[in-house]
C-alpha cells in the first residue's frame, strides 16, 4: 500500500458552510480524501460548533466531484446504535458510491453523557465497539442468510431479524481508532485500517501490535491501512498561528479521552488551568514556514502509515489549503508517481 495525504474537516471548530468551502478547495487543490470529526459536543466552549456530521457529508459530496468521506470517528457505543449507523452510512454509498468510508471508536463521554448515557470503563467501551463493527458489516451483507436478515445476541446489543431494504452499493471502508494495544488489536481484528492521533515519534508501537495481530489472524497487513491524524497551525503571523490552536486545548489534559467530563465549558476551564502553552506547541505544530510540514509528514510515512491526514487550524484555513498545494503536496505527488513507476517497471 502506498503513501497518501488527505484533508482533515474539524466539526468542532468551523461552521458547516466554511467546512463546505475548505473541503471543495481542497478538492481543487488535489485532495482526494477528507476525514472528519463526529461529535455531539466540541473539545471547546468559546466560538465552537456542533455540528450533526453526517448530514455535513451528503452536502459535501454533493458539493464535490470525487472527494472519499470517512469519519474519525464515530463512536456506536450509545448514541449511536451500530444498526443505525449501517442504514446510514449504506444510503450515503447509494447516493456516493464508492466515497463513503466510516471510522468507528470507542468514544468520549462528552458526546454520550449530555445525551443521559452513563461513561463505563475503556474495557467496556470497547467490548461495545468490537459487537458493533459486527453487527455492521452483518447489515451490510457479510454473514448474512439468504434473504439478508440479521440477528445477533451479544453481551451489549441484540439484533432480532433485522434487514437493510437499501444495502450499499459498494463495499465500504471501515476503520478503528486506537491509541493502546487492545484497541489496536480489534482494529487488525475487524477492520480495514486503523487511525490514530498518536504522533509519529510514540506511534511504533501500536503500529507493530497492530501488524502483528493482523498476521496472526491470518490477515494481509500490507493491505490494511494505517492512518495518523497531523496537527498544524500555519501563518506567517507565528503568534495568530498558535492563538488559532489553542481551540484544540483540552484535547491535552491528562488522560482526556478517557474522562468522564462532558461539558465543554469544565474541559475549557480545566484546560485553561492545566495544559501549559509549552504542551500545545508540542502536540501541534506552529509554524510560519509551510515547508515545515514536508519533514513532519515525513515522519509519520516512516515510521510506517499508509495515509497522513491534515489537520490545519490555521487562522485563515482557505490560504492554507492553497499554499499547502503548491509547496507541500508536489513533494508527495512527486514521490508517489516515482514509486508507482518503479512498481510498474518491476512487475
Known sequence: MGRALGYWAAQEQYSMQDLLKFVTEA??????????????????????????????????????KRMQFVTGVTAPVYRYHPAIIAQAFASLDVLYPGRIGLGLGSGEAMNEAPLGFDWPRARARLARTKEAIQIIKELWGQGVDDEGFVNFNGEYFL????????????KIPVYMAATGKQAAKVAAQYSDGLITYLPAAEAGKVLHIFDATAEKEGRDKDSLEKIAEYKVSF???????????????????????????????SLQQKAESKVPDEKIKQAIQITTSIEDCIKSIEDYFKVGFTRVYVHSTSPDEIKF?????????????????????TTATSA
Do not use: C
Open 159 to 170: 439484533i432480532r431479524d433485522a434487514k437493510l431494504y437499501t444495502p450499499p452499493s459498494t
Open 27 to 64: 478538492e481543487k487543490s488535489g485532495f482526494a480524501t477528507t476525514m472528519t470529526s463526529d461529535h455531539f459536543h466540541p473539545w471547546w466552549h468559546d466560538g465552537a460548533f456542533g455540528n450533526f456530521t453526517w448530514i455535513w457529508m451528503a452536502a459535501a459530496a454533493e458539493n464535490t
Open 321 to 341: 489549503i492553497q499554499m499547502f498545494s503548491k509547496k507541500v503536496m508536489p513533494h508527495f505527488s512527486i514521490e508517489a508517481r516515482g514509486s508507482r513507476k
Open 235 to 265: 501563518s506567517e503571523d507565528y503568534d495568530e498561528a498558535f492563538k488559532s490552536a489553542t481551540f484544540w486545548r483540552a484535547t491535552l489534559i491528562k488522560n482526556v479521552f478517557d474522562s468522564d467530563i462532558s461539558d465543554p465549558r
